[in-house]
Structure formats: C-alpha cells, structure tokens
C-alpha cells in the first residue's frame, strides 16, 4: 500500500467524486494507513470538507493539499513521502488537465451515479484514462437497489472498458450528512449499512481477504 495513488475522475458534476474520496480516506485512516489528500478542483469542496474536519475534531488525521492540474506531479512527489495513500480529487471536466492526475494514478476511480447521463459522461473518462494506460475501476454510487434504473445502469455499466467493482453506494442521507460535519460514514455513531458498503469497497480496492 506504500506510496499509492488513487485518483478519483468523472466528467459529470454530482457524480459523488469526493464523497468517495473523503470516505475512501477516513476508512483507510480507521485501518491504520496514513493518508493524504489532494484537491485538484478548482471548486474546493473537499478543501471545505477538510477544514471543517478540523473543527470538528481539533486535528484532520492526514495530510491534505491542492494543486492546480499541472502541479499534480509535484504535489504526488512529496505526499508519497510522507504517506501511505495519496487520493486525489479532480474537476467535473475531461480534458488534458486531467492527464497528470491519470498519468500518477495506480488506481483510477470513475463514481457513477445512478443515472445513464452519467453512464454516458463516463466514456470521456475512460478515453483518456486509456491514453495514459490507466484501466480505470468503476463504482456505483447513489444505488436504488431492486428499481430498474439500477439494472439498466449496471448492464449498461458492464459493457464499459473498465473494471466495474461490484460494491456499491448506495443513495443515503448519512453520507451527505457525514460529510457536512467533515467525517465519513465509518466515524458514524452507530455502525450501519453504509459503513459496510465502504468497507466492502476498500476490501475489493485493496484486495483485503
């Protein structure tokens, strides 16, 4: 797990970018690993999420930084020393910005939300993630599980160059509340079904058996 870099990308805004890398983050935290987090988005949100971590719990537990797109390489550099994942959050935008944060990439995270805009959004991602060697892995996000829009997305979503992982996020209010209060769902009160999908997803990423 030493020095690994997860970049996180999606074309299409809301698709749960940072949702995932902030819950990716605090669950890697739970289990021991440090982490630091990079925001490559102009919009800021997980830099928000960041800082009211702080205030919320005096000290973030992990390393946090942004970058524009081409100071993305600098940035990974030093992080990689000092921690054992490096996750970035990228723009709702494909284009060669995007490159650096893909080219640093050990493992390409492509959320998807519930919806065949989104699917479609997807195959962008996917062209350049290709370009750059990257097989990206797909996760379903904000899952309606048992409606036909969820069979339709995941048959659709299968047929995608990617890897689709087959934990999925569900759509919950904890996990836009969780992060509100600059947590993620695994530092919830009480253990429930969101924490499992996060755990289950780390479990996959990182082969846990």
Same mark, same amino acid.
């Given at each position: @797990?030493?020095?690994?870099?997860?970049?996180?990308?999606?074309?299409?805004?809301?698709?749960?970018?940072?949702?995932?890398?902030?819950?990716?983050?605090?669950?890697?935290?739970?289990?021991?690993?440090? $982490?630091?987090?990079?925001?490559?988005?102009?919009?800021?949100?997980?830099?928000?999420?960041? @800082?009211?971590?702080?205030?919320?719990?005096?000290?973030?537990?992990?390393?946090?930084?942004?970058?524009?797109?081409?100071? =993305?390489? &600098?940035?990974?550099?030093?992080?990689?020393?000092?921690? *054992?994942?490096?996750?970035? *959050?990228?723009?709702?935008?494909?284009?060669? *910005?995007?490159?650096?944060?893909?080219?640093?990439?050990? @493992?390409?995270?492509?959320?998807?939300?519930?919806?065949?805009?989104?699917?479609?959004?997807?195959?962008?991602?996917?062209?350049?993630?290709?370009?750059?060697?990257?097989?990206?892995?797909?996760?379903?996000?904000?899952?309606?599980?048992?409606?036909?829009?969820?069979?339709?997305?995941?048959?659709?979503? #299968?047929?995608?160059?990617?890897?689709?992982?087959?934990?999925?996020?569900? !759509?919950? =209010?904890? &996990?836009?509340?969780?992060?509100?209060?600059?947590?993620? $769902?695994?530092?919830? =009160?009480?253990?429930?079904?969101? !924490? *499992? #999908? =996060?755990?289950?997803?780390?479990?996959?990423?990182?082969?846990?058996?």
């Amino acid at each position: @797990m030493a020095g690994t870099v997860i970049t996180v990308a999606q074309q299409k805004g809301g698709a749960g970018k940072t949702t995932l890398a902030v819950n990716l983050a605090v669950a890697l935290l739970k289990r021991g690993a440090s $982490v630091a987090l990079l925001d490559t988005d102009p919009q800021g949100s997980l830099g928000r999420w960041f @800082m009211t971590r702080r205030e919320t719990l005096g000290e973030a537990g992990l390393e946090f930084s942004t970058s524009s797109a081409w100071g =993305v390489s &600098y940035e990974v550099e030093k992080l990689k020393k000092l921690v *054992d994942v490096v996750i970035i *959050d990228t723009p709702p935008k494909v284009d060669s *910005d995007l490159r650096p944060a893909l080219r640093e990439a050990d @493992m390409v995270l492509v959320p998807i939300s519930a919806s065949l805009v989104d699917l479609w959004a997807t195959e962008g991602v996917l062209d350049l993630a290709r370009r750059e060697g990257k097989l990206p892995k797909l996760v379903l996000n904000r899952v309606k599980r048992g409606t036909r829009l969820d069979a339709e997305v995941r048959t659709a979503a #299968e047929q995608l160059e990617g890897e689709l992982i087959a934990p999925v996020l569900a !759509h919950r =209010v904890v &996990y836009a509340e969780t992060l509100g209060q600059g947590l993620g $769902v695994v530092e919830a =009160v009480r253990r429930g079904p969101a !924490h *499992d #999908e =996060v755990e289950a997803l780390l479990d996959v990423l990182f082969a846990r058996s």
